[in-house]
C-alpha cells in the first residue's frame, strides 16, 4: 500500500458533503441491496461475514462499500456483481465471485462506467468473466486486488483487468491470473500500471492499443501463452519490468506493433521464444536491458525506423539480433554480447573491432526454419565463422562498433 500514497495526490478531493453521513452494517443480501440502493452521498456501508447470492448491485452515491474477512459476493454466474455509476466510490476487502459468460455482454465482477475517482482496493475475485472493468472512467485507483479465472478458451474468458476509453488510471500491486488478457487497455492515456504481476493466462499477460502517454514500471508478465502486445501507440514508458518464461510457436517476451516515441529501459527478457518482436515502430530506445536464455533476443523487422539499442546485455541466447532486411536504420552502441570473442588492447572497456549480432544461419533459419535442426552443429558454426571474415549475407551496418567487453548490469 505504500506505493498507493504518491497516486492519491492526482485524485479530485472528496467534495464536503452537506447531509449527515451514515454508517450501516449489514448481514444478509437483503439489507445489502437495501443499503446500496438509499444510500446518501458519504454513507459507509460494511458488509460482515457471509456469502451473499447477488447479481446487478448498481452504486449510484459516493459511497463506500467495505467488506470484513470473509465477506463473499457470489453471482450464481448469472450476470454482473457490482456496477459502479457514480463518483467518489470505495469498494474495498470484498471478495466477489461467480459472475458466469456472455458471448454478447461483458459482464464483469466490478465495472465502472463513466465515472471519477473510484478506488477498487484488495479485493478478491474469483471466476469473474472480466475482473475489473473501466469504461470512460478517469482518475480512478485499482491496487492490491488478487483476480482469478480458470478459463476454459478464449472466447468464454474475459479480461482480468480492463480499461475501455480513460484517463489517468493507477493499477498497482495486483495480481492477475487464469484469463485471456491480464490487463486490457484501449483507448487509454496518461495512466500508470506499476508492480502488478501477471502469470498464466490464456493470450497476453498485457495488451494494450491505442493507448498514449503511459508508463508501466516493476510488473512482471511470466508464463503468459503469447507474452505482451503493445499496439499502434506513442509515448510509452516501460522500465524495470520483468518479461519471462514466454515459451510457444508465436510467443515473446513484448511485440511491439506501430510503435512511435517510446522508451524501453532497465527491463528483463528471460528465457522467452523471443525476447522482443518489432513491427513498423518508429523512434524507440532500448537502454540498459538484460536479454537472457531467449531463443531469440531481439526481431526487428525491417519496416522500423530509428531504433537505438544501446547499453544492453545479452547473455546465451540461442541467436541475439534477427532482422529480414538489408538496407536498415538501426543503431547498436556499447552492448555487451556474450557472443563476442574480440580484444581490448587499449584496455578502455571496449571491444577494438565490432561485433555483428546477425548471425548468417539466424538468417537461414528465418528463410528455412527446418534449418535449426542443424543448430550448434559444425555447419552452421562454419557459416557464421565464414560470414564473419567476408560479410555478404548479413546487412553491413547491423554492427555494434563499441561492444562492451563486461556487461553493463551488474
Known sequence: MGNVLKYLVFFIL????????????????????????????????????????????????????????????????????????ANNVLIKGL???????????????????????????????????????????NQCLATGNIIEGSPLNEQNTGNGIHAWKCDSLFITENRVSGHRDGYYFEFVTNSQVEHNNSFANMRYGLHFMFSHQNAYRDNVFEHNGAGVAVMYSRNVEMTRNKFIRNWGGAAYGILLKDITDSHISQNTFDYNTIGVVMEGCNRIGFE????????TAIRIQANCENVICQYNDFLNNSF????????????????????????????DGFGDYAFRPV???????????????????????????????????????VKDLTPQMTPNIV
Open 14 to 85: 472528496l467534495p464536503v458533503m452537506v447531509v449527515q453521513a451514515k454508517e450501516l452494517t449489514v448481514t444478509d443480501v437483503t439489507a445489502l441491496r437495501q443499503a446500496v440502493e438509499e444510500a446518501k452521498d458519504g454513507d459507509i456501508i460494511k458488509v460482515k461475514k457471509g456469502v451473499y447470492l447477488i447479481n446487478h448491485l448498481e452504486i449510484t452515491s459516493s459511497i463506500e462499500l467495505i467488506g470484513e474477512p470473509g465477506a463473499i459476493l457470489d453471482g450464481q454466474n448469472k450476470g454482473e456483481i457490482i456496477t459502479v455509476k
Open 359 to 397: 548471425s548468417l544461419f539466424s538468417r537461414l533459419v528465418g528463410r528455412i526454419p527446418e534449418a535449426m535442426m542443424l543448430f550448434r552443429s559444425l555447419t552452421a558454426t562454419l557459416l557464421d565463422r565464414i560470414e564473419k571474415v567476408f560479410p555478404t549475407f548479413t546487412p553491413e551496418n
Open 95 to 137: 471478495t466477489v465471485q461467480n459472475v458466469g459468460s456472455s458471448s454478447t455482454i461483458d459482464w464483469a465482477a466490478i465495472k465502472v462506467l463513466e465515472a471519477r475517482n473510484v478506488q477498487i482496493i484488495e479485493n478478491i475475485i474469483k471466476q469473474g468473466f472480466f475482473g475489473i472493468y473501466f469504461s470512460a472512467s
Open 288 to 295: 540498459k536491458n538484460v536479454f537472457g536464455n531467449n531463443g
Open 320 to 347: 541475439d539480433i534477427e532482422t529480414n532486411g538489408n538496407a536498415v536504420n538501426y543503431a547498436f552502441n556499447s552492448n555487451f554480447w556474450d557472443k563476442y570473442d574480440g580484444y581490448d588492447l587499449d584496455k
